[in-house]
């Protein structure tokens, strides 16, 4: 039986540590299909739960990344056969369950989802739970009712992150017009060439909104950060406009009041990406497809080592990430 690399994650005195170590398939967990991982990627909930933040892992020792793409290569499910070619994302991988971050996973065959003809395994990574996220945003927001034609501006929180960047290009090719939230000028350029109108500076929208009710502004808003930049989003939402919250970076509470809810209609969608239906799933990988040039996606991703994973879960957490990491776990 062969082995590969995967990184380990174990707790000494309330400290999480990391190591590369060799394993073989009997030590992987139960399922029904076992994939040979050929991309995994790196998000912010990685970079929580490389440095043993925010309780997402309770047991160790665990192997993190909070998606895949791979091919199987065994496999006890009528649902795939080896030489498939599989996603996964979502369904607490990386979390409950060992994930990503080694050369082979073994996962329940209702998990994955098959990899789409016009992609590979790089550019389904490239996209991973980060632009899967942000496709379900944009289709929770067109179910709400919203339509190109609507006035206003989108506006797109954390947006030189990767839920952002591709929130950001999914937006602009539908044909809305995004404004941009970022706390780093030299991003602006970048932000741009992926399809934003105009950029604010985080710090328009990241302090608690002064009053219950500001000026209208935003037609809808895709946030990846929370806590007072939430707040003061909903305080600006148009007549029963909503934001789709996508993650809480900048943390969970909610200081705001009722009155946008109660006097201008407003929403927040709740995006949960880990136990989206299949049927849900499938849709959005057919969107992203369709909607995601190869060569953009190729343009705002860059690619780490297994080695190199401790240092970037600290810098994603600090923001100096920009757009999508993937990592090839077998090098």
């Known amino acids: 039986m062969s082995d590969f690399p995967a990184l380990m994650l174990d707790e000494e005195s309330g400290k999480v540590r990391a190591s590369i170590r060799r394993l073989t398939e009997s030590d992987l967990p139960a399922g029904d299909v076992t994939v040979k991982i050929d991309y995994t990627t790196l998000n912010y909930k990685d970079g929580l739960i490389l440095n043993g933040l925010g309780r997402l892992v309770r047991v160790y020792p665990h192997i993190p990344g909070i998606d895949f793409a791979g091919t199987v290569e065994h496999s006890d499910s009528a649902l795939y056969k080896p030489g498939d070619k599989v996603i996964l994302t979502g369904w607490r991988v990386g979390e409950t369950h060992w994930g990503g971050m080694a050369g082979k996973a073994r996962v329940k065959s209702e998990w994955l989802v098959p990899l789409p003809a016009a992609l590979t395994s790089r550019r389904a990574m490239a996209v991973g739970t980060a632009g899967f996220t942000a496709m379900l945003a944009v289709m929770a927001l067109e179910d709400h009712g919203l339509q190109p034609s609507n006035e206003g501006e989108v506006l797109v929180t954390g947006a030189a992150g990767g839920l952002g960047s591709i929130a950001i290009i999914l937006l602009s090719k539908l044909g809305y017009r995004v404004t941009a939230s970022t706390g780093r000028a030299s991003q602006h350029d970048y932000l741009r060439s992926l399809g934003a109108s105009a950029i604010i500076d985080r710090g ?92 953009l996606l190729d343009s705002l991703t860059t690619e780490g080592k297994l080695s190199d994973l401790p240092e970037l879960g600290a810098k994603i957490l600090k923001g100096e990430v920009r757009g999508r990491m993937v990592i090839d776990p077998n090098k």
Do not use: H
Not at 230 to 246: E, F, I, T
Not at 247 to 255: D, K, P, R
């Open 204 to 295: 328009e929208i990241g302090s608690a909104p002064a009053k219950p009710l500001l000026a209208e502004r935003w037609a809808a808003v895709v946030d990846s950060v929370g806590g007072a930049t939430m707040a003061n989003c909903v305080a600006s939402l148009r007549m029963r406009a909503a934001l789709a919250s996508c993650g809480n970076a900048g943390g969970v509470e909610f200081s705001g009041t009722v009155l946008p809810f109660l006097l201008r209609g407003a929403s927040i969608l709740g995006i949960d990406s880990a136990l989206c239906p299949t049927p849900r799933r499938l849709e959005a990988w057919k969107r992203l497809t369709e909607l995601l040039p190869g060569d």
